[in-house]
């Protein structure tokens, strides 16, 4: 472990393949199906969203729980570069319990780390990778076959009307950031913002209340509610606060975005379609999307209802002002809803000077 870094990713690993469990075996799914019902769905959510991708969209691939959870580590060391140099910091104290509580609390936020993804693992369909940090590392589409095989078992229906459905929301992602150009670096922004102040703002006196607690008590206890405690009270200011109100609001649309185009992009193709979202909304009661994996080192939670109230935020406003209006909240970040507009899509509609194709005639 080097010298700035806290977490022990090496046990967040082993600790997420355990608890991801065994996925071997034959699938329900193959890349052929994959890649026909991709192709398919990228179409309907192109015809539907009249986005405009610049370059390539990246080639689903059918993945097993291991190389998912190895991308989702990958995401949280990366979002947790800015934080963990000064943790690791300020538990270096001199002498052996010094090491004692470093050693502790790396392990420990490691394990907590490898039990939320290897849990996310078992039940996310599919994910848009997307680096969120400077990196060269290019986007992938990705979908974990024997959690495919599982949900279509369980929701029933025709296995590629299930998979072409799922396809559609995970590649309606994919089309919103090759067709937004500045919707990943303002994402990326809002996230440096935010662990940046964070660091800056996470004092000695944190740290040795933590130090202690870690020698007088479990681990990983410590460092859930110590460090997540902590995190919370440094994101509690006024300017920290708006801008985790604006990362909430944007991984709303986002993902309120996908989940309306998913259900009105085939709407005319398949009556199963309805049938499968009223299934998947019984069975749903959290997601392991890009909005947990982004929030989740900042010791947050993005509430299901975020995802309820970006869609709803984008039926209305479709209903209101057709799919053009919807995507006047893709022209700069300025024009994307902020919280309370979610929850009253007409003040947005007002402020952007969308009007319904009806008024407009």
């Not at 993945?63 to 300020?90: F, H, K, M, N, Y």
Request: charged content about 25%; some cysteine; proline content about 5%.
């Amino acid at each position: 472990m080097s010298a700035s870094q806290f977490v022990d990713w090496g046990l967040a690993e082993r600790v997420a393949l355990a608890v991801g469990g065994n996925d071997d075996g034959p699938g329900l799914f193959d890349q052929e199906a994959l890649d026909s019902a991709c192709t398919e769905a990228t179409a309907l959510a192109l015809d539907y969203s009249r986005l405009s991708p610049d370059g390539k969209l990246p080639r689903p691939e059918l993945v097993d729980r291991a190389e998912w959870t190895r991308l989702g580590l990958r995401t949280l060391r990366e979002l947790s570069e800015g934080l963990e140099p000064q943790i690791a910091d300020g538990l270096s104290f001199p002498g052996p319990l010094g090491s004692i509580a470093r050693s502790l609390a790396g392990r420990a936020a490691g394990a907590e780390a490898g039990i939320a993804v290897g849990y996310g693992s078992r039940k996310v369909l599919g994910q848009y990778d997307v680096a969120l940090v400077p990196t060269e590392r290019q986007p992938r589409l990705v979908f974990v076959g024997a959690n495919l095989a599982a949900a279509q078992l369980e929701l029933g229906g025709d296995t590629g009307v299930f998979l072409r459905w799922i396809a559609v929301h995970e590649s309606t992602h994919a089309i919103q950031f090759a067709s937004v150009p500045w919707l990943r670096p303002h994402l990326g922004a809002l996230i440096e913002q935010l662990v940046g102040g964070a660091s800056t703002r996470l004092d000695q006196g944190s740290l040795r209340a933590l130090a202690r607690r870690l020698l007088h008590s479990d681990p990983r206890a410590a460092v859930r509610t110590i460090l997540r405690g902590d995190l919370a009270r440094l994101l509690a200011g006024p300017e920290q606060r708006a801008t985790l109100d604006r990362l909430q609001a944007a991984m709303s649309v986002i993902e309120g975005h996908a989940e309306h185009v998913m259900d009105a992009a085939p709407r005319d193709l398949d009556p199963g379609y309805a049938r499968l979202r009223g299934r998947l909304e019984a069975r749903r009661t959290s997601r392991s999307g890009l909005g947990e994996v982004i929030l989740r080192i900042l010791g947050l939670e993005l509430k299901l209802r975020q995802y309820r109230v970006g869609k709803s935020f984008c039926d209305t406003v479709v209903a209101e002002a057709g799919i053009e209006g919807l995507n006047r909240a893709w022209r700069e970040s300025e024009a994307l809803p902020t919280l309370p507009e979610l929850e009253q899509p007409r003040a947005w509609l007002a402020r952007v000077g969308a009007t319904s194709p009806a008024r407009a005639a």
